[in-house]
T-cell receptor
Framework: QKEVEQDPGPLSVPEGAIVSLNCTYSNSAFQYFMWYRQYSRKGPELLMYTYSSGNKEDGRFTAQVDKSSKYISLFIRDSQPSDSATYLCAMSGNNQGGKLIFGQGTELSVKP | EAGVAQSPRYKIIEKRQSVAFWCNPISGHATLYWYQQILGQGPKLLIQFQNNGVVDDSQLPKDRFSAERLKGVDSTLKIQPAKLEDSAVYLC???????????FGPGTRLTVT
């Protein structure tokens, strides 16, 4: 079993839709949770950084962490074609010195 | 603020040849990471530096991979000899300290034929 599981998709939605991306994990020591966006042939770009449980909102993006269920989500409101990319969840714990464990990534396509 | 710089962007070599990648982190970032990203997968940590010391190299194939960060700033990652399964994107990331947000460079796409 992988430490972090993420549905690879691909996920295709129409412009303006609400997108929900999810990851599950098995290591209860994870405390830092991140979402990265990666365009084709580019490096990952940090979108959201969350510590422990709760919600965080930034513009059209909302990150949710449910540590009791070992489940994290990223919601994208009013999705745009420019949101088409691969979304990677990543997480780390205090005992890991900053090492990130990534999910496989979900490929998202937003159609005009 | 300049981001993480990497070179070259692309490299094609034959198996058993050697190759080196270079990374310059964001100014002032003490922690530097090298990740390997195989097509269709998430990045996997190869090695982590704190200033010029190695923090974690547990997943670095030390028989063929080596890395250094001599002056605590830029870093090089070397593969010698390369194998077909080393074909991947090699990403460098930096952060102000361990546990902080990590910022990635554009990566070096390596193809081994």
């Amino acid at each position: 079993q992988k430490e972090v599981e993420q549905d690879p998709g691909p996920l295709s939605v129409p412009e303006g839709a609400i997108v929900s991306l999810n990851c599950t994990y098995s290591n209860s020591a994870f405390q830092y949770f991140m979402w990265y966006r990666q365009y084709s042939r580019k490096g990952p770009e940090l979108l959201m950084y969350t510590y422990s449980s709760g919600n965080k909102e930034d513009g059209r993006f909302t990150a949710q962490v449910d540590k009791s269920s070992k489940y994290i989500s990223l919601f994208i409101r009013d999705s745009q074609p420019s949101d088409s990319a691969t979304y990677l969840c990543a997480m780390s714990g205090n005992n890991q010195g900053g090492k990130l464990i990534f999910g496989q990534g979900t490929e998202l396509s937003v159609k005009p | 603020e300049a981001g993480v710089a990497q070179s070259p962007r692309y490299k094609i070599i034959e198996k058993r040849q050697s190759v080196a990648f270079w990374c310059n982190p964001i100014s002032g970032h003490a922690t530097l990471y090298w990740y390997q990203q195989i097509l269709g997968q998430g990045p996997k940590l190869l090695i982590q530096f704190q200033n010029n010391g190695v923090v974690d190299d547990s997943q670095l194939p030390k028989d063929r991979f080596s890395a250094e960060r001599l002056k605590g700033v830029d870093s090089t990652l070397k593969i010698q000899p390369a194998k077909l399964e080393d074909s991947a994107v090699y990403l460098c990331a930096s952060s102000p300290g361990q546990g902080s947000e990590q910022y990635f460079g554009p990566g070096t796409r390596l193809t081994v034929t």
